[in-house]
């Protein structure tokens, strides 16, 4: 049996505790023990002989709370994966907006509270200088450009 990757327990028995609500509730009581018990052992926890319980008169029943606490734990990577890629794109919003807010709308318009340092506005002329440079553009234009961009940017003075 292959076991899912380890997930934050907490966040396992949380889920698997919402679940248990709608599939078993009768089985919220021994979801603390169990889940100590799968943790400890998961193998062992969703071994079928391990998870039933006798209800009496040779009535046997299956425990759902260490299924659902194996689901929990498959899901949660999922639910990771999909809220990595949700965040990913607010990042690069948040990202776009903080480069916008670099923009100098107007050449008269003073810094924002999102600037760059001398150096880094230097860092950014010799970006464009080497650009221009590679692309075979004579020096003179290439200080232009590069004068240019600068200039459409935010600098701290």
């Not at 689901?71 to 607010?90: D, H, I, N, R, S």
Request: hydrophobic letters at 50%.
């Amino acid at each position: 049996m292959t076991l899912p990757p380890p997930a934050d327990p907490r966040l396992v028995v949380e889920l698997a505790a919402l679940a248990l609500v709608r599939a078993a509730p009768d089985e919220l009581p021994v979801l603390d023990e169990s889940a100590h018990e799968y943790f400890a052992d998961p193998a062992r926890a969703l071994r079928a002989e391990h998870s039933d319980q006798a209800l009496g008169a040779g009535v046997m029943v299956t425990m759902l709370t260490p299924y659902l606490l194996a689901a929990a734990q498959v899901a949660l990577p999922v639910l990771a994966a999909v809220v990595g890629e949700a965040l990913k794109g607010v990042a690069v919003q948040v990202l776009t907006d903080r480069i916008r807010a670099l923009f100098k709308r107007r050449p008269d318009e003073p810094p924002g509270p999102v600037a760059l340092t001398p150096e880094q506005a230097g860092a950014v002329y010799q970006a464009v200088l080497a650009q221009c440079h590679a692309t075979g553009l004579p020096y003179e234009q290439a200080v232009l450009i590069g004068r240019a961009t600068v200039g459409a940017i935010h600098v701290r003075a």
